[in-house]
């Protein structure tokens, strides 16, 4: 297959799959900022296609300039996103990131001030945050001829800071935890792109905006001691990555399919892997509702029941609106985590973007079963809890709110409150 890297601000092309395991990007944004202009649904996608060009497929999107792709030696994906350097000291700030893509993956890019933070509970976080730079070229040492130290990693190019970083994937659940170390640097040496060549040396080529342009060949010296070691990883570590993952496979068939096996798909939304639990997600929202609605409101599970909610706050109609509203209400904030808690008020967000706007009664009953929660000892819940207090008419947020600027906060953390406020 022939996958293609768009980058943000571009719209789909004409006569994508309808089935694409990633559509409809939404802002899903509960307090938009009026000075981010008119509302851009637009974000960095994944194409594929086969070799005859006859049918397209989003394969997953919220990025924001992701220039290559490469995938390991067990065929999972991979980019280096860019940052939006004006956002720099801004909560919205996202650095340059490693990302392992997944089919029906959301990775939270949005214009202006919407983009999403790593906790929501509809994306997926970066696999490695990596600061400032400019990432372009990607590929992966299991092309090349390489010693064995450097064959099971990935090469990424910096063109700002010239350099190319060497990327070692840990196994971890469904995913991987990954960790960097420069492989080579000079001064200037803004790398373009790169490619192992059918000798196994890596080629760069550099250039760009006024620079020296050169292409580089790197081959194994015999005669220099390797300095690199590799991480520290178990036999039983990566043998239950590799379970993980084909079990997350299983569930991405699902995400351009139908099947009338919601069980499965269902086990999977209480996973103590947040990648499990997406994928299965994802894969429910692809089945009709009808199948799997009432399985939603009677669930008792919190961390079942308000991932089923997510799903069809995001896939169900306007008459859902109500009976999702009341199975939220059933959660209480007391008998779960703080990251249950960020997921349900995430859940309460989506039910009001995507299936309609809150009752005067419901913003009330919000009001009384929320309130007294503000503010939490975890930032990640005052955001979002801020967010949905001043969406329902909390008068009381405000007074509460200021008082936080006194504490010990990020600069981040300030203009959180700020924003809300």
């Not at 214009?111 to 994306?123: C, N, Q």
């Not at 020296?212 to 300095?227: A, F, S």
């Not at 007294?372 to 930032?379: I, V």
Request: hydrophobic share 35%; net charge negative.
């Amino acid at each position: 297959m022939i996958y293609l890297v768009v980058g943000n601000d571009v719209s789909f092309p004409e006569g994508v799959s309808a089935d694409s395991n990633y559509l409809n990007p939404q802002l899903d944004h509960l307090l938009p900022n009026p000075h981010d202009g008119e509302p851009d649904h637009r974000v960095g996608y994944i194409l594929r296609t086969d070799p005859e060009g006859k049918n397209w497929e989003v394969i997953a999107g919220g990025f924001r300039n992701q220039v290559d792709i490469a995938f390991n030696a067990a065929g999972e994906m991979f980019t280096w996103d860019a940052d939006m350097e004006w956002d720099l000291g801004q909560p919205w700030y996202r650095p340059t990131r490693i990302n392992h893509i997944i089919p029906g993956g959301e990775y939270g890019w949005r214009s202006g001030t919407g983009k999403w933070p790593e906790y929501y509970a509809d994306s997926l976080p970066a696999t490695l945050n990596t600061g400032l730079g400019s990432p372009t070229g990607m590929v992966s040492g299991s092309e090349g001829k390489f010693p064995e130290r450097f064959r099971d990693v990935l090469f990424a190019a910096d063109w700002q800071n010239g350099r190319i970083l060497l990327i070692d994937m840990i196994p971890n659940g469904a995913t991987y935890t990954c960790t960097s170390e420069v492989f080579l640097e000079g001064g200037p040496l803004n790398v373009c792109d790169m490619q192992f060549g059918p000798d196994g040396a890596l080629y760069f080529i550099t250039g760009g905006v006024g620079s020296q342009t050169g292409l580089y060949r790197v081959t194994p010296d015999p005669d220099m001691e390797n300095t690199s070691k590799l991480p520290e990883v178990s036999p039983q570590q990566i043998a239950h990555g590799e379970e993980q993952r084909a079990l997350r496979r299983k569930l991405e068939e699902y995400q351009t399919s139908t099947t009338d096996d919601i069980g499965f798909l269902w086990s999977q939304l209480k996973s103590p892997d947040r990648w499990l639990r997406f994928s299965a997600r994802v894969a429910l929202e692809k089945q009709e509702p009808a199948n799997w609605r009432s399985l939603v409101l009677n669930e008792t599970d919190p961390e079942v029941a308000i991932t089923g909610l997510i799903a069809l706050a995001r896939k169900g109609s306007e008459a859902d609106q109500p009976e999702v509203f009341q199975a939220l209400l059933k959660i209480s904030p007391d008998e779960i985590t703080v990251e249950q808690f960020a997921d349900l008020l995430r859940a309460y967000q989506l039910c009001f973007l995507r299936l309609g706007s809150p009752t005067e009664k419901q913003k009330e009953l919000l009001r009384n079963r929320l309130s007294s929660h503000f503010p939490s000892r975890s930032s990640n819940v005052n955001h979002l809890l801020g967010e949905l207090l001043v969406y329902v008419g909390e008068e009381s947020f405000v007074s509460r709110a200021i008082p936080l600027l006194k504490m010990d906060l990020s600069q981040e953390e300030e203009i959180r409150v700020l924003a809300a406020c």
